[in-house]
């Protein structure tokens, strides 16, 4: 297993458009997360992943931006109608619950212009 | 609510000197607390991280950390540094006992070795 894996690693978009980012997660971790990071700024929780359940949501920054993880393996984060403000590093992570520590991906750089 | 404060965004210091990445922390409950670092076009690797027991922790690498509960702290601390320890370092907490959950990251110190 190669780690954590996510595609595109950039992502150029006009405002307005939709786009939609994938992670592979280590195969036997069965957590994964999302993370956002600003430049200059530590990653911000956005949402995870238990199996195919989303246990938590609330962090999501808005109803533009959603997740899933349809049969609890990889996992995509979709924004809807992207503004400059969304323009970050989006980081997957995943985990074996209860045993192990969050293995990060190498991220997807979204620029909107 | 959590939060980290990394008090200084850069760090510049000569190959072989010692270092000290500071890190403080606020919480109203118990929390683990982690160092993850970054090197160039790389993702996040954990580095060492404190879950209870000794309040000193170490990695694989040289580095070390201290777990102070009275004053809220866990810096970061390398005897001798090497050029190959360039890179930016994110202190992180959580209080989820499944670590590596809901983590709150710091903003980063990058620490630059010059030879």
């Known amino acids: 297993d190669t780690g954590v894996s996510q595609d595109p690693r950039h992502k150029i978009t006009k405002r307005g458009q939709n786009v939609t980012f994938r992670c592979d997660p280590i195969s036997e971790h069965n957590r994964l997360y999302w993370y956002r990071q600003t430049l200059g700024q530590g990653p911000e929780f956005l949402t995870y992943?238990?199996?195919?359940?989303?246990?938590?949501k609330s962090r999501l920054l808005s109803d533009r931006f959603s997740a899933e993880r349809p049969k609890g393996s990889f996992s995509t984060l979709e924004i809807q109608r992207t503004e400059q403000g969304d323009s970050a590093m989006y980081l997957c992570a995943s985990s074996y619950l209860l045993t192990g520590e969050a293995f990060f991906g190498q991220g997807t750089r979204l620029t909107v212009v | 609510a959590q939060s980290v404060t990394q008090l200084d965004s850069q760090v510049p210091v000569f190959e072989e000197a010692p270092v000290e990445l500071r890190c403080n922390y606020s919480s109203s409950v118990s929390v683990y607390l982690f160092w993850y670092v970054q090197y160039p076009n790389q993702g996040l690797q954990l580095l060492l991280k404190?879950?209870?027991?000794?309040?000193l922790v170490e990695s694989i690498n040289g580095f070390e950390a201290e777990f102070n509960k009275s004053q809220t702290s866990f810096h970061l601390r390398k005897p001798s540094v090497h050029i190959s320890d360039t890179a930016e370092y994110f202190c992180a907490v959580s209080q989820d006992m499944e670590y590596g959950n809901k983590l709150v990251f710091g903003a980063g110190t990058i620490l630059r070795v010059k030879s």
């Open positions: 404190y879950l209870s027991g000794s309040t």
């Open positions: 992943f238990q199996n195919e359940a989303q246990l938590e």
